[in-house]
């Protein structure tokens, strides 16, 4: 977590700092519309926080919510809501984990995995066309520091 006695010190006096911060910001805020957007072309009822949700069960299913709570950093009755959610909609489904009786293993429905590839595939196509001008050295560099980012900011943002 940022820490309120250093933060005041960095405000102002490091110009990449406050770059960094301002593009972020857009980043993030352009990020949560477009959640918005592909949750709807997965599914009209689909909460935009739960596309996420989705393309971390297609990378890394079968997961147990605990899991899938830490990786997101929420906590696990939020976790529980949205996969409930998602099993309402038909998105996914649980299974019983083999390795604790207790547990739950989430994965993706056929129907589930099918929306999401059909819209996560248009996605990606509008990325490419936005950044066809790019270099493919910048766009893989891009790649690598968002997530070199990612990874060193999980305890942070």
């Known amino acids: 977590m940022i820490d309120a006695r250093n933060a005041a010190d960095v405000t102002g006096a490091d110009p990449s700092a406050d770059a960094l911060e301002r593009e972020l910001t857009v980043l993030f805020r352009r990020a949560r519309a477009a959640s918005g957007e592909l949750a ?6 689909l909460e935009p926080a739960a596309y ?11 997961e ?3 899991d899938l709570a830490s990786y997101f ?14 099993e309402a909609l038909g998105l996914v489904d649980r ?6 009786g207790r547990a739950f ?3 993706l ?6 929306r999401f590839n059909r819209v996560r595939r248009a ?21 690598r520091l968002l997530h070199d980012l990612n990874e060193s900011t999980a305890e942070v943002l």
Do not use: N
Not at 73 to 86: E, F, I, N, P
Not at 109 to 114: A, F, L
């Open 105 to 107: 293993l989430m994965r």
């Open 64 to 66: 147990r919510a605990t």
């Open 123 to 143: 996605r990606r196509a509008a990325y490419l066309r936005q950044l066809s001008g790019w270099d493919r050295g910048d766009l893989a560099d891009l790649a």
């Open 73 to 86: 950093g929420v906590g696990k009755a939020t976790m529980s809501r949205q996969l409930r959610a998602l």
């Open 109 to 114: 429905t056929p129907g589930g995995r099918e």
């Open 52 to 62: 996420g949700l989705l393309v971390r069960l297609q990378e890394a299913e079968p």
């Open 40 to 45: 709807r072309a997965v599914h009209p009822d």
């Open 95 to 100: 299974e019983p984990d083999p390795a604790d």
